[in-house]
């Protein structure tokens, strides 16, 4: 039961790279907050700094209104599942996690009964004397979460734990999470650069972005009101369509097509328009037209690919419409196309700042 | 058909004659030994068993006088013992916290101090002896345990080896240990020891091997029979055999030899498979 506070972190490592700069974030009791952005944006090192693993530069973090910058990592009492699970080699499952305990002096029997308990929770009872090595990699997972959850921390701290599993595990094992962290109530950060995870799990969610959080939010706040192009174009899936354009005599043009409905945007800066591919319609008199390159059947709907005309070869116009169902077309089809104004975003492509 | 015959035959005869040719030698010191110091006087060398097995190796191992003049061939051999298993040991525990401060603890001078241990390969204990010596002389330990053994427990290798091995070891379980609660000792014991367990076993033994077989060293250090080491007697005996005009004991020689090879041999033979484990294997 417990909050975490970071103001004005940053962390710059000896060789000079500025790995996080100027975090703020205030953590509540119970949430499960994401930290989402592309390789090397300095997620992990804020997780690491946030465990007591990495020294604070600047800034200062609290636990429960209380600085723990100073403190060592033991003491913070905090949990870290690692990437690579990170279980002793030659220690039993149930050695891996009574280890924690019995350093901090708890008396055997309550180590057994308490690890008893959270094997039964993760139903890997079974392996309690198995060596590492003889476990599934999913099995591993578990006991790397047996672990952390063995010890009752203040805060769960997970890096891309699920990065080495297939795909259907990796689903099972967010949901089992999800659900963990939901029953035992206790403040986690999970970090992941998959952006589906992110959404699924997160009660909010942190972009990060060379250092920086870019926006912090619930998951559909995120989605439909991004605050940036870098957050616009990492959440969604598929990426939302990015189209170049220019505001000229108090007209958005897109290519050779106009769009009406956009006004007082700055003139003669580069903009970028961003539609996601669920905010466009098919229409016969539609403004856009796309021929068809490609169609991905999901089942319950369909995703069209195509080039939109109007553009010279070297700028981006790549569309992708999320179709229903019935809409059945073939490679090389024209096809006209609205984008739904109210809910199409306009960026300024220098800064990346959301305009519309 | 043939050919791989032929290919077979000329194979198995090289690997044959090669056999032979390294084990010939023990094979004659071994037989010379169980004859009287009369037939070897007067035949020479032997190639088959003879009578005196029993009284030759008695005499040798538990008769006060038998082959030094006071020493006996077990307390040769005890100090022998004390002498592999203290340099293999020290060795072990010497390289392994050096190793252990050089990659876990990242303090600036880590890196050049390495290799200034690794340096001191080029000094070996032939290079400094006479340094080596005076110290340990100057401190009264000549003709102890402790002066035959300290001076030779500092291992650059060893540390080399332990050094290498640990950074192989994923940072992570450091990490995680130290969100565990485990202080440097404990991660050290609890850790790092059980994992270089096999490692640590073909270092010791390799050392164990190399510390008995010990010649210049202890030849300095040991100038009273008492602390002689097995190697050493073997040289003193023909010393000792030549001396008053009697027929000269050269079946004790022998069997010496023979007694001074048996533990190394002993010792890589029951722990082959953890010395191949440990050089071929690392457990993760
Ligand atoms: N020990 C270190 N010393 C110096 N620079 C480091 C160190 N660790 C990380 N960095 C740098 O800090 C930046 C952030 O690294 P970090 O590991 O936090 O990225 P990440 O967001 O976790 O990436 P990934 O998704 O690939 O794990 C990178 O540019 C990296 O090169
Ligand atoms: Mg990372």
């Known amino acids: ?356 | 058909m043939n050919n791989s015959f032929l290919h077979r035959f000329s194979t198995h005869g090289i690997l044959i004659l090669g056999t032979i040719f390294m084990s010939a030698p023990v094979w004659i010191a071994f037989m010379s030994s169980t004859h009287s110091a009369d037939t070897l006087f007067r035949e020479g060398l032997q190639y088959w068993f003879g009578g005196n097995f029993f009284e030759t190796y008695y005499e040798v191992l538990f008769v006060e006088g038998g082959v030094m003049k006071k020493v006996t061939a077990l307390e040769m051999l005890g100090n022998s013992m004390i002498l592999g298993l203290g340099f293999a040991i020290g060795k072990v525990v010497i390289s392994m916290s050096a190793a252990y401060a050089i990659v876990y603890f990242r303090f600036r001078l880590a890196t050049p101090l390495f290799w200034v241990i690794f340096l001191t390969l080029l000094l070996p204990l032939e290079v400094r002896i006479v340094p080596s010596y005076e110290v340990v002389a100057g401190l009264g330990l000549l003709n102890t345990h402790t002066g035959l053994i300290v001076p030779l427990i500092a291992s650059a290798t060893g540390t080399f080896f332990f050094r290498q091995y640990f950074k192989s070891v994923p940072e992570e379980l450091l990490e995680a240990a130290r969100l565990d609660n485990a202080g440097p000792m404990r991660f050290l014991i609890d850790v790092l020891v059980p994992l270089s367990k096999t490692m640590i076993a073909a270092i010791m033994i390799i050392m164990f091997v190399v510390g008995w077989n010990q010649y210049l060293w202890p030849l300095m250090m040991t100038t009273e029979e008492n602390s002689y080491t097995i190697v050493i007697g073997i040289k003193q005996i023909y010393q000792v055999l030549s001396e008053g005009g009697e027929l000269p004991q050269f079946q004790k020689a022998f069997a010496l030899t023979i007694l001074a090879v048996l533990p190394p041999v002993v010792v890589v033979l029951v722990f082959q498979s953890w010395f191949v484990k440990g050089l071929v294997e690392s457990e993760k």
Do not use: W
């Open chain 1, 1 to 356: 039961m417990s909050t975490l506070t970071l103001s004005g972190i940053n962390k710059r490592y000896d060789n000079g790279a500025h790995a996080v700069r100027g975090v703020d974030m205030d953590i509540s009791d119970g949430e499960l907050i994401v930290f989402v952005g592309p390789s090397g944006c300095g997620k992990s090192t804020l997780l690491r700094m946030v465990a007591g693993l990495e020294a604070i530069t600047e800034g200062e973090m609290k636990i429960d209104g209380t600085r723990i910058n100073e403190i060592s990592p033991a003491d913070r009492d905090v949990a870290m599942v690692f990437q690579n699970y990170a279980l002793y080699p030659h220690m039993s499952v149930f050695r891996n996690m009574a280890y924690g305990l019995s350093n901090r002096g708890m008396a055997k029997s309550d180590i057994e009964a308490k690890v008893r308990e959270t094997a039964r929770m993760l139903r890997i009872e079974d392996y309690l004397e198995r060596k590492p090595a003889q476990l599934s990699g999913g099995q591993r997972q578990r006991v790397a979460m047996g672990r952390a959850i063995v010890r009752s921390p203040k805060l769960f701290l997970f890096d891309e734990p699920l990065s080495n599993l297939d795909a259907k595990l990796r689903v099972q094992m967010r949901i089992e999470i999800k659900r963990l962290q939901r029953e035992l109530g206790v403040t986690s950060i999970y970090v992941t650069h998959d952006q589906t995870e992110a959404m699924t799990l997160a009660d909010r969610l942190a972009v990060i972005n060379e250092g920086k959080v870019e926006q912090m939010g619930s998951p559909m706040d995120l989605y439909s009101d991004p605050k940036t192009l870098f957050v616009a174009s990492f959440i969604g899936s598929p990426h939302i369509n990015l189209l170049p354009a220019r505001f000229e005599n108090g007209e958005l043009q897109v290519g050779a097509t106009t769009m009406p409905g956009f006004e007082a945007l700055p003139e003669g800066v580069p903009l970028m328009l961003g539609v996601r591919p669920e905010h466009i319609a098919q229409h016969p008199e539609g403004a856009f037209e796309i021929s068809v390159d490609l169609v991905e059947q999901l089942g319950a709907d369909s995703l069209i690919y195509g080039a939109v005309s109007g553009f010279n070869g070297d700028e981006p116009h790549e569309l992708c419409v999320r179709a229903g169902e019935a809409s059945q077309r073939e490679p090389g089809e024209l096809l006209k196309l609205n984008f739904e104004t109210d809910r199409a975003m306009v960026f300024r492509q220098d800064s990346g700042e959301r305009l519309v």
